[in-house]
């Protein structure tokens, strides 16, 4: 492994103060899933790493009034067991639970699986479904970045080299979530689709529509064109379809070692497709 100077902060203000100086020469660890690797692949060379695991106050989910607050070193498993989201944001805490192995999720946090932004990351898609924003802080003060605009392409994210993803806000969801994946295996493998849907719900009919969709584009997307075809509309399984087709026709899916682009479009269709029909509470029928 190549050569670089570790340092442990000790508070947040440390962390800050750090990047302020060195931020450009600086990579962040958290729980090391996605870095270290890299670093042994000489992927990367920077001159520090800066270790920000034992930072408290970045560890734990919480709610503060209708706002759920996750921490950026709060990890998968942590997410996976939380009651708080189960409750409020199932769909997120799915997407956790099926993660890698019991290793990578006792390890892995969620600030490192958004910064690392890979197209393919499985707590993308149920935090863009809820509407989630990432807070950002640096000495020049905070920034508040929603997630559907954090993202700019495989390995890039608005994150300057000053700053610290901190924590992740949702605003406290109504309805439904689901997210499901498909991946080459039926676990520890990354996604070859991931989908994730909010649907909010009065007697059947669409009052609010979410969908996400990872995988599938350089980025983790959301799907507004097929999100306006199910608002104040009744849920069937007609309607459910022409979403699902509207949804994929916003990707663009490119073949790779895990899966070719007119398969993931084909798969994505389906998941969809049974996303919101779950969410909707429709029995299984010939749609599914």
């Not at 930072?55 to 070193?73: D, F, M, W, Y």
Request: hydrophobic share 45%.
């Amino acid at each position: 492994m190549q050569q670089f100077q570790f340092y442990s902060a000790a508070s947040l203000g440390d962390a800050l103060g750090f990047l302020a100086e060195k931020g450009d020469r600086t990579r962040v660890l958290a729980g090391g899933t996605d870095l270290v690797p890299a670093l042994r692949e000489e992927l990367f060379r920077p001159g520090f790493v800066l270790n920000v695991l034992e930072i408290a106050e970045l560890n734990g989910v919480r709610e503060e009034g209708r706002v759920l607050r996750i921490g950026s070193t709060t990890t998968h498993a942590q997410l996976a067991e939380s009651d708080l989201l189960k409750k409020f944001c199932p769909s997120l805490a799915q997407a956790a639970g099926l993660i890698g192995g019991p290793l990578i999720r006792n390890r892995g946090t969620i600030g490192g699986n958004l910064a690392n932004a890979s197209p393919a990351a499985d707590l993308a898609p149920p935090l863009l479904s809820l509407d989630a924003e990432a807070v950002l802080l640096s000495r020049r003060g905070t920034r508040v970045v929603p997630l559907r605009d954090f993202f700019l392409g495989p390995g890039k994210t608005v994150l300057q080299p000053d700053e610290l993803l901190t924590e992740i806000t949702i605003p406290r969801p109504r309805g439904t979530g689901v997210f499901l994946k498909l991946g080459r295996r039926q676990a520890m493998t990354l996604s070859v689709v991931s989908v994730a849907v909010s649907l909010e719900l009065e007697k059947g009919r669409c009052q609010e529509a979410r969908i996400a969709l990872g995988s599938v584009a350089p980025t983790p997307v959301r799907c507004p064109g097929a999100e306006a075809m199910l608002r104040d509309r009744e849920m069937d399984w007609e309607l459910i379809a022409q979403s699902a087709r509207e949804a994929m026709a916003a990707s663009r899916p490119v073949d790779d070692q895990r899966a070719k682009a007119w398969y993931r479009l084909q798969a994505g269709t389906v998941l969809v497709r049974r996303a919101l029909a779950r969410a909707a509470g429709l029995p299984p029928g010939d749609g599914s």
